[in-house]
């Protein structure tokens, strides 16, 4: 069993910047995926980025990319998705999801992750 735990989420003005975090623990997956989606009042939950652990390779949606990064820390139980020039937009509930390494047409969708943490909510005002 793995667990997942996010933070970092909070309430920003439209151009701010937040870090989120998301802690993997529990019974280690041996080449893994984290991923970072959100889901905003009304609509789909939609993948924004991830990360293969063992290479290190990153995606992310097109919404994301160069204002988004994802890493992890040296020991890989940590992920983190530096979210910066936000927008109204971005507000939703960010998780943080994993599974056994994906393919890479494969790696933004929510059906293919079994281990999801609860989420941390981003509000951006504008």
């Known amino acids: 069993q793995v667990?997942?735990?996010?933070?970092?989420?909070?309430?920003?003005?439209?151009?701010?910047?937040?870090r989120l975090s998301c802690v993997l623990s529990g019974d280690p997956l041996m080449r893994y995926t984290v991923a970072w989606f959100r889901q905003a009042p009304g609509k789909e939950r939609e993948g924004v980025a991830a990360i293969h652990?063992?290479?290190?390779?990153?995606y992310y949606a097109d919404s994301a990319k160069d204002r988004f990064a994802i890493s992890q820390d040296i020991s890989k139980t940590t992920v983190y998705l530096q979210m910066n020039s936000l927008k109204p937009?971005?507000?939703?509930?960010?998780y943080c999801a994993t599974d056994r390494a994906q393919?890479?047409?494969?790696?933004?969708?929510?059906?293919?992750?079994?281990?999801?943490?609860?989420?941390?909510?981003?509000?951006?005002?504008?």
């Open 3 to 18: 667990h997942l735990a996010e933070s970092g989420g909070g309430s920003v003005q439209a151009g701010g910047s937040l």
């Open 53 to 58: 652990s063992g290479i290190g390779r990153t």
């Open 89 to 94: 937009e971005d507000a939703a509930m960010y």
């Open 103 to 126: 393919p890479d047409d494969w790696i933004l969708l929510p059906q293919k992750y079994t281990y999801w943490g609860q989420g941390t909510q981003v509000t951006v005002s504008s």
